[in-house]
């Protein structure tokens, strides 16, 4: 039955992952346990998704459908006018601060989010690409 709707098991195995991961937090915040648990569950839990794809291509595919899954996702054969339109948030970045004036920005908190304000700039990018997609 697995191998009839692959993509119906994807989707279950993404939300049992995810809520797996996520639902300490939930008992928590609706104070059905007392322990609190860490707030980089939530980061954890997003990744269901990812994993029930990489679970999902070694069901369905194999060993041989898991390394050509690896081998698509970091082959990077675009025309250079993907990087350039990937550096676009970047260029927008530089003209708000123009517009603005350099005085009103605060380096200090660039970079730093509400749920993760611990996490330096750099890690909290690198979360957010990984874990978000964003």
Partial sequence: MLYRYPLLFFFLLSY?????????LLLAKQGM???????????LGSLGPALAA???????????GLRDLWRRMFAWRVAP???AIACLPFLLFFIAILFTGWNNWEPQS???????????ALLYGIASI?????
Avoid: D, K, N
């Fill in 81 to 83: 006018r993907w990087y």
């Fill in 16 to 24: 049992a992952i995810s809520w797996s991961i996520w639902s300490p």
């Fill in 33 to 43: 346990i007392s322990y609190q648990p860490p707030q980089y569950l939530h980061l």
């Fill in 110 to 120: 660039f970079g730093h989010s509400a749920e993760y304000p611990e996490l330096p």
């Fill in 130 to 134: 990984l874990f978000s997609g964003w």
């Fill in 54 to 64: 990489l679970i999902m291509t070694r069901i369905c595919s194999g060993s041989v």
